[in-house]
């Protein structure tokens, strides 16, 4: 179909089980395409959460942020990462480094900052052999479908995320705060309602309190939005899982989350909070070339294990202090 007339972007895709898709054709210029329609393509995103866009023909990183800088006003320097990335410019980043042959449960990025992205935009340059794609899930939907009781007790206690700094597992300090300089990354965490000791061998162990439901800043709609079952110890493999515990003790894992209280979250529970996810889960695997765009507050987006050579860029955008996402967070009028 033509895609030089807004009206053309009302033709959006909506199938059963499958994000929005846009079919394009660029013409050879997909920087120039984004930045015609973005408005257009933001409205599409507000009124279903996420859109992949199909047909722009990204083939190089120069291209892709060319186009995420025509799709957002600025593109952000990530903080707080959890895991590795490598930089392809200013603000364009590859996917997280993740073992392939396991999944990035649901999750929305950066969740547990206090400025966290509004938007995220992903570009795929290379799509795997099987699976990988980045599937997503209406966080409007899932706060509805858990059980009153838990999500009741999350929305009054909030959630904790305890991390353990290593050479081994995750980022490493310089990787998530910019620096391993320890009176930067000290400030850091004074700046940004973060908890630290230094350990006696000279690792780094922190713990942040972060509400698990917020209010849309536009839609004022509530969305169950955190990463508690994503970097919780039970959604591990469990040969994973028992050699980290072997390796650092209970105590020292590279990531884990809890209740705001500070009590265990129970493998039961994570597991409700999966399936709860992967029953609302919709998802269409990357062709070389495709761009989503995905409202990182009201969807949580996931990462499918995958086979082959998979490449794809990640950028974040629109930064927001959510006013219920307070180190100390209350239940929020319903």
Sequence with gaps: ????SPASLLEVELLPDKPPVLHVEASGDAAGWAAEHRDALRAQVTEHGALLVRGLGVREPDQVGA???G???GLMTEREAFAPRESHGAGLYSSSAWPDNQPMCMHHELSYTLEVPGLMLFAC????SQGGATAVADA???L???PATLSERFEREGWLLTRSYNDEIGASLEESFGTDDRAAVEQYCRDHAIDFAWQPDGSLRTRQRRSAVVRHPLTGRRCWFNQIAFL???????DVREYLVDEYGEDGLPFNTRYGDGSPIGEDVVQLLNTTYEDHTRREPWQPGD???VDNIRTAHSREAFAGDRQVLVAMAEPQRLSDSRPTPEVSPR
């Design 140 to 142: 409007e939907r899932v």
């Design 125 to 128: 340059l290379r799509a795997p």
């Design 232 to 238: 919780n110890e039970w959604t591990l493999a469990p």
């Design 1 to 4: 179909m033509s895609s030089s």
């Design 71 to 73: 799709l957002a006003d």
């Design 67 to 69: 186009v995420f800088t």
């Design 144 to 146: 509805q479908a858990l």
């Design 291 to 293: 761009v989503m765009l």
